[in-house]
């Protein structure tokens, strides 16, 4: 059992408290995943030519005295690729100039304890062990700007306690996806992957729904299409949900085991596994609230 939200603003205006809508309603899943949280959220996008690559410094309390300042500095002598990085403790967002596979390259010889959490123009990724409320208070949820999130509270059910096994999962640049289920056939999935050169990096699940629904993107499908493929590959129990560089997208399987509540007015569309994460926001009483019906796509358009 895990915990699912997201929320995607459409007055601009309410960007600014993207964060602060956002933590009550991450620790309102508290009991449905006490054991570690995360979120990607997706703000104003770098340049063409930049990337924005979120990193973890270890899985270890000694993450936390992790010298920033020194990748920076060494990273910027070694490659011409102006980094600059905004830390929150154990976490970072280097954004850097070009060269991206380079700086990828070169983070995984200098810096092999370092894990890439994401990549992209737009997104910023954070997932830590931890409640919900330690979590947020840790990389100042509250304090998050964006048009639109995807979070997590999980409770681990196969797979072990780690950060890197916490959602959001990422693949490719600017996507990500958190889970609430089970899949049967993940190894499946892994199996047929990893021969288009996919790597896997943990053995959660949720990880092989994630890097398929990329793959397909990157093969050209419009995220319907690719969504209307995991109806097809991906079996069990679940309910998505994916967040891009302009969209926030909802699945559930076919037979709609995982709860899931939707609340949409003309100021947001929010998310969440059970209406008491939602019950706190802005006109709430005046939102159109429904419970997205099985097999079904939901895409909103940041």
């Avoid at 054991?35 to 030519?49: E, H, P």
Wanted: proline letters at 5%.
């Amino acid at each position: 059992m895990c915990g699912i939200v997201g929320l995607l603003v459409k007055t601009p205006a309410l960007r600014a408290q993207l964060g602060q809508l956002m933590v009550p309603m991450l620790i309102g899943m508290t009991e449905r995943g006490p054991d570690s949280a995360g979120l990607a959220v997706f703000g104003s996008a770098v340049g063409d030519s930049q990337r924005k690559l979120s990193l973890y410094a270890g899985f270890t309390e000694a993450g936390n005295d992790f010298d920033w300042n020194a990748l920076l500095d060494a990273l910027n002598s070694a490659i011409d690729v102006d980094a600059s990085a905004e830390s929150k403790g154990n976490h970072a967002v280097l954004t850097v100039n070009g060269h991206v596979d380079t700086v990828k390259a070169w983070l995984t010889e200098h810096f092999p304890k370092l894990f890439l959490l994401s990549t992209g123009r737009s997104i910023d990724l954070y997932k830590d062990i931890g409640s919900p409320a330690e979590v947020a208070q840790r990389y100042d949820f509250s304090k998050l700007t964006g048009s639109h999130l995807v979070g997590h509270t999980r409770m681990a059910t196969e797979s072990a306690v780690t950060p890197d096994r916490a959602h959001p999962f990422t693949a490719g640049e600017d996507f990500c996806l958190v889970h609430n289920g089970s899949l049967s056939n993940a190894h499946g999935v892994r199996r047929k992957l990893e021969p288009q050169g996919i790597r896997f990096e943990t053995d959660n699940d949720t990880e092989a729904a994630c890097r398929f629904l990329e793959w397909r993107l990157r093969e050209g499908d419009e995220l319907p299409v690719a969504l209307q493929k995991g109806f097809e590959e991906l079996d069990g129990f679940y309910t998505f949900l994916m967040g891009t560089s302009t969209e926030l997208a909802l699945i559930r399987d076919p037979f709609a085991c995982k709860p899931a509540v939707v609340a949409e007015n003309d100021d947001y569309v929010a998310i969440a596994s059970e209406f008491r994460s939602l019950a706190h926001l802005p006109d709430i009483k005046n939102a159109r609230v429904f419970e997205p019906a099985p097999e079904e796509m939901y895409v909103w358009k940041a």
